[in-house]
T-cell receptor
Framework: KAGVTQTPRYLIKTRGQQVTLSCSPISGHRSVSWYQQTPGQGLQFLFE???????NKGNFPGRFSGRQFSNSRSEMNVSTLELGDSALYLC?????????????FGPGTRLTVL | AQSVTQLGSHVSVSEGALVLLRCNYS??????LFWYVQYPNQGLQLLLKYTTGATLVKGINGFEAEFKKSETSFHLTKPSAHMSDAAEYFC??????????FGAGTRLTVKP
């Protein structure tokens, strides 16, 4: 069974640009969650999607958005990039509710904003 | 709101020694508690989780954790460290609204 895949693995952007990250969950998993990991703030929850609907959202500005497609694949978008957005972005998938079902994490996309 | 505090950002043990990684939680409702491990350049992997019932939880790779409500703790232990245990470990809590709150992480070093 293939694991969670994230593309691209590495990305370099400049301030003000926008970026889209992609996550393909494990087959059959309908819940996809996104996390931001930085040395200063640690791991922070961005949002969770289930069946194409955002079911839960963390405390991030509106520049961070996401969506989920009918095949459960998910994308997250960050507009008007800031230096502080440099981070490892992790995607995790689970069958349903994350706290009741094991979340499987992808290897992450490392975003560098110059 | 839920939160976790991991005591000690770095822990170093000798191979074969006891591993003890500390985690304290704060939650206004019965929490779901988790321990994850992260190896370099990889995502997180679930070691174990506590939901309800038995307070001693056994996980993968010989790790276990004990939920102590009176101490609001969920410390992770392993009787004998192996070199392959060197990684970063995260404690996390999830409340009824399903958002996962992670601790700052503890980097475990295992000395030969």
């Amino acid at each position: 069974k293939a694991g969670v895949t994230q593309t691209p693995r590495y990305l370099i952007k400049t301030r003000g640009q926008q970026v889209t990250l992609s996550c393909s969950p494990i087959s059959g998993h309908r819940s996809v969650s996104w996390y931001q990991q930085t040395p200063g703030q640690g791991l922070q929850f961005l949002f969770e999607y289930f069946s194409e609907t955002q079911r839960n959202k963390g405390n991030f500005p509106g520049r961070f958005s996401g969506r989920q497609f009918s095949n459960s694949r998910s994308e997250m978008n960050v507009s008007t990039l800031e230096l502080g957005d440099s981070a490892l972005y992790l995607c995790a998938s689970s069958l349903d509710v994350p706290r009741e079902n094991e979340q499987f994490f992808g290897p992450g996309t490392r975003l560098t904003v110059l | 709101a839920q939160s976790v505090t991991q005591l000690g950002s770095h822990v170093s043990v000798s191979e074969g020694a006891l591993v003890l990684l500390r985690c304290n939680y704060s939650s206004s409702v019965p929490p779901y508690l988790f321990w994850y491990v992260q190896y370099p350049n990889q995502g997180l992997q679930l070691l174990l989780k506590y939901t309800t019932g038995a307070t001693l939880v056994k996980g993968i790779n010989g790790f276990e954790a004990e939920f102590k409500k009176s101490e609001t703790s969920f410390h992770l232990t392993k009787p004998s460290a192996h070199m392959s245990d060197a990684a970063e470990y995260f404690c996390a809590v999830s409340g009824p609204n399903n958002d996962m709150r992670f601790g700052a992480g503890t980097r475990l070093t295992v000395k030969p």
